[in-house]
């Protein structure tokens, strides 16, 4: 149980376009998301947390009008990375929480590399 | 807010030899602290966790101890095996109305030589 699919697992684009990446809970419903930033060798960088049908809450220094969270069930949140530039080359990765009584508990998706030429 | 610091960096160990990994963290309030392996382009995986309630657990080859008095927190593995190459992630958490974030340590790379 508790498994989470992230979609895409890789996406190559160009400069100035949107992505989308989604983010499902397959077999739970997951009140609250977040959403991973992570860089070669380095620790996940938390950028925001997703309740479903409320505004997301990101972290400090993460543009918001950038990285546009939606989480519009309990079962999927999407992020969009508008106008991409080639800083924003990452691997980004969701999780999800079920509540209850084992809340904490984040199972993580697959991850989404993302390079922007 | 909630900083994690975790140490070593980078640990390597013959294979059969025991592996610790130790962390700290800054806020009190935290009550969770999970730890994940993370292998090479794959997602966190939850290896154990421990609740602010508890001073130790095990699972198999694998402890965790807490000491909430000090704010540190340490994974311990024991018979290390080829496979449990791979980087280790310390995180602490806490109750929250926006939802448990995780603040993660930097990670530990672990190294196990046949």
């Known amino acids: 149980g508790a498994v989470v699919s992230q979609h895409p697992s890789r996406v190559i684009c160009k400069s100035g376009t949107s992505v989308k990446i989604e983010c499902r809970s397959l077999d739970f419903q997951a009140t609250t998301m977040f959403w991973y930033r992570q860089f070669p060798k380095k620790s996940l960088m938390l950028m925001a947390t997703s309740n479903e049908g409320s505004k997301a809450t990101y972290e400090q220094g993460v543009e918001k009008d950038k990285f546009l969270i939606n989480h519009a069930s309990l079962t999927l949140s999407t992020l969009t990375v508008t106008s991409a530039h080639p800083e924003d080359s990452s691997f980004y990765i969701c999780?999800?929480?079920?509540?209850?009584?084992?809340?904490?508990?984040?199972?993580f998706g697959a991850g989404t590399r993302l390079s922007v030429l | 807010g909630e900083n994690v610091e975790q140490h070593p960096s980078t640990l390597s160990v013959q294979e059969g030899d025991s592996a610790v990994i130790k962390c700290t963290y800054s806020d009190s309030a935290s009550n969770y602290f999970p730890w994940y392996k993370q292998e090479l382009g794959k997602r966190p995986q939850l290896i154990i966790d421990i609740r602010s309630n508890v001073g130790e657990k095990k699972d198999q080859r694998i402890a965790v101890t807490l000491n909430k008095t000090a704010k540190h927190f340490s994974l311990h593995i024991t018979e290390t095996q080829p496979e449990d190459s791979a980087v280790y992630f310390c995180?602490?958490?806490?109750?929250?109305?926006?939802?448990?974030?995780?603040?993660f340590g930097k990670g530990t790379s672990l190294l196990v030589t046949p």
């Open positions: 999780s999800a929480t079920s509540g209850g009584v084992v809340k904490n508990i984040q199972y």
């Open positions: 995180a602490a958490s806490k109750d929250s109305n926006s939802g448990y974030a995780l603040n």
